[in-house]
């Protein structure tokens, strides 16, 4: 499957931003969908992850209560809605698909396809 993450930016700290993953795959239903991020320096790390219907989701501790993941299966996208941006969250943001791993295992890493990034850059 083919990833292809958008909505990044520039934007000021308290502001937010909605991420959106394209995936060329018809039956993205079937795949853990994850975001991921690494900032400049700082190796690749976790960011959010949703099951195949939707029903579990995980945060890293310092995203959660600011960033939701979404997805629409109809419509092949998951997204990440990213309130109260601060300068930390700098970095470039990867989608990540999955389709045998479960959530818990996409947020250890362990993931089979990335898409290419898309820079946020908070100011502060």
């Known amino acids: 499957v083919q990833l292809q993450a958008s909505g990044g930016g520039l934007v000021q700290a308290g502001d937010s931003l909605r991420l959106s993953c394209a995936a060329s795959e018809r039956t993205i239903s079937s795949y853990t969908m994850g975001w991921f991020r690494q900032a400049p320096g700082k190796e690749r790390e976790f960011v959010a992850v949703?099951?195949?219907?939707?029903?579990?989701?995980y945060y890293a501790d310092s995203v959660k209560g600011r960033f939701t993941i979404s997805r629409d299966n109809a419509k092949n996208t998951v997204s990440l809605q990213m309130n109260s941006l601060k300068p930390e969250d700098t970095a470039v943001y990867y989608c990540a698909a999955d389709p045998v791993r479960t959530a818990l295992s996409v947020r250890a890493g362990a993931v089979n396809y990335w898409g290419e990034g898309t820079q946020v850059t908070v100011s502060s």
């Open positions: 949703i099951s195949r219907s939707g029903g579990i989701t």
